[in-house]
């Protein structure tokens, strides 16, 4: 029996009657360590139901470092020091937008307020950035935001990849903040300066809901 169990909140998503399987076959066959481990794979969907979900956030793939990833976009096990560069870049941001950010790198806290960090791929070869990234996992991604369209979200695009996908979200009634990905290479070129978090909480209370607390302080 796979320690990969299917999320059941979403297990109504097309995704996981058509092509599951063979992603499923291809991850069995994978002669590499696959990151995260295989009980973490959907730690993101486990996190958060459909109707749970007030903001997403879409990252590439999981960290290829072993004991980095743990089924969450941008997130690290709480023990992982130094943080990734990007992460570090968003916690610089969140400090000058916010005054603080979180005593370390894991962002589950995050997850259970309803905010979906969503990787487009859910899987890593160890050492292969990327390695994943065609191996069926985009039919996911593609029911999930699908599935997401039917009720405003505040949505965090982050870098051209991320944009690109949320050219699917049509919903006028999103929350949208598209800016450069946080990564050292390109988060001078819009990301730093862009308040993200206090515009979405802004959004958030001009919807009638609570505000992230994205801190932890």
């Known amino acids: 029996m796979s320690a990969r169990q299917i999320p059941q909140a979403w297990a109504h998503l097309p995704f996981f009657s058509t092509t599951w399987s063979r992603v499923e076959a291809a991850l069995a066959a994978e002669t590499r360590a696959v990151l995260p481990p295989a009980r973490q794979t959907f730690a993101a969907l486990d996190a958060c139901a ?52 979180p005593a370390n790198g894991d962002l589950r806290f995050w997850a259970r307020q309803g905010v979906l960090l969503l990787n487009t791929a859910l899987s890593v070869p160890a050492g292969d950035a990327g390695g994943h990234l065609k191996l069926g996992w985009a039919d996911l991604t593609a029911d999930i935001l699908a599935e ?70």
Request: proline residues 11%; aromatic residues 8%; glycine residues 8%.
């Open 148 to 217: 997401l369209d039917s009720s405003p979200r505040a949505l965090l695009l982050w870098g051209k990849p991320a944009q690109k996908l949320g050219t699917r979200l049509t919903n006028p009634d999103h929350l949208r903040i598209q800016t450069a990905h946080p990564s050292p290479l390109s988060a001078r070129r819009g990301f730093f300066g862009s308040r993200p978090f206090s515009r979405v909480n802004d959004w958030l209370k001009k919807q009638g809901d609570t505000a992230i607390d994205w801190t932890g302080r």
């Open 50 to 101: 459909p109707a749970e979900v007030r903001v997403l956030i879409l990252g590439q793939d999981p960290y290829p470092t072993p004991g980095h990833a743990h089924g969450l976009a941008f997130s690290v096990a709480p023990e992982v020091s130094p943080l990734p560069r990007s992460l570090r870049n968003i916690y610089a941001e969140m400090t000058e937008d916010l005054g603080a950010c």
